[in-house]
């Protein structure tokens, strides 16, 4: 795709997303979408195919910015379980504050956008846990790939399941999948580090 297509993408995304958290998905046409971001409605069928296509690209452009701070965030950690609370946390507090991922789970406008993260999660849940186990076993390259990638999973869909239903304070959660993780792996707290 060329620079310009990226950017008609990101144009239209960007609208998308404005105009969801402002009328729910409902309220959302394409044809607004396309004025919002000046272009026409045939062109925004052609990118996204249809409006659940449109929706459904916008939470997974979301995830992907999750991700990438996530990516960021166990950078910053030379230690496991250090890292796995840090970025847990990161995405609690990060959801907490999001317009859109409350739009999605709370169903203002309408129920429709909650099985992006329920079940019809694949793209979102499937994208994340392989870049951070990607990203993870890079970083920590002693870690068994099959048994880190199988954690990940767990700890991608507790995260997600903790966004919709919080149960306990973000701290207290980071820090129990982080034990979760650790454990899994069969390495203390602190015992496993990055290497330099």
Known sequence: MSTAGRSVRESLLDAAAELLVERGYRGVRMADVAAAAGVSRQTVYNEFGDKWGLAQAVVVRDND??????????????DLHAAVRAAVLFTLETAADDRLTKLVLTGAGGDELLPLLTTRADPVLFTARDRLAEHALAQWPSLDPAAFTEVTDAAVRLTMSHIMLPSAPPEMVAEMIARMVTAYMGVPENGVRSPG
């Open 65 to 78: 910015r999750y991700v990438d701070g996530i990516d960021r965030v166990l950078s910053e950690h030379r």
